[in-house]
């Protein structure tokens, strides 16, 4: 069955950088986007980026655009989320999710998620 | 920008039916998706493209759409229900993702 596990999550100092991975199995890696969307305490959620099966189609969230990198190895079938400028307001929980996209005009979907990663920025 | 938007809460008692609205300019355009999140669980998908169900979901989960609304029904409330449900779509380009704010459904 499809399983996506996240690690990598951690308290950081406001400022530094944090790498989070996404390890799946259970389907075929490269026939599907793949996301990261995260969960602030409390709050809803909120999509950060996608990448195609192939990682040659990439968008991001503004909220996140420069800041945060998603990228992925079909080799590991793995998916990542590099983190740099990290501030309070990324405190959350992080998932990957498997996605759906019919094609390049139509939304995006999440049929299959990670557990979750929380990410802490403090000093 | 697009934005979707839902009730905050809705009650119901067990047995009866909850409706949870989802708005947004962009959805004549683009398909509607809903996810149902448990307390210190993941989301789950629950419905796709509009009004389809994914397999292993209950039948009493049904939608609809009509405009710039699509609805969350869920005929014969069961306290296992009670959860935060969340509306997604997308802008009209189809690029960004966009969530509702969530609806927290609670079973009397």
């Known amino acids: 069955q499809v399983q996506l596990v996240e690690s990598g999550g951690g308290l950081v100092k406001p400022g530094n950088s944090l790498k989070l991975s996404c390890a799946t199995s259970g389907f075929t890696f490269t026939d599907y986007y793949m996301s990261w969307i995260r969960q602030a305490p409390g709050k809803g959620l909120e999509w950060l980026a996608y990448i195609s099966g192939a990682g040659v189609t990439i968008y991001y969230a503004d909220s996140v655009k420069g800041r945060f990198t998603i990228s992925r190895n079909s080799g590991k079938n793995s998916v990542y989320l590099q983190m740099n400028g990290l501030t309070a307001e990324d405190t959350a929980v992080y998932y990957c999710a498997r996605t759906a996209r019919r094609d390049g005009y139509s939304a995006a979907s999440f049929d299959h998620w990670g557990q979750g990663v929380l990410v802490t920025v403090s000093s | 920008s697009s934005e979707l938007t839902q009730p905050p809460s809705v009650s119901v008692s067990p047995g009866q039916t909850a409706r949870i609205t989802c708005s947004g300019d962009a959805l004549p355009k683009q398909y509607a998706y809903w996810y149902q999140q448990k307390p210190g669980q993941a989301p789950v998908m629950i419905i796709y493209?509009?009004?389809k169900r994914p397999s292993g979901i209950p039948e009493r989960f049904t939608a609809s759409s009509s405009g710039t609304t699509i609805t969350l029904t869920i005929s014969g409330v069961q306290a296992e229900d009670e959860a935060d449900y969340y509306c997604q779509s997308a802008d009209r380009s189809g690029i960004s993702v966009i969530f509702g704010g969530g609806t927290k459904l609670t079973v009397l």
């Open positions: 493209e509009d009004i």
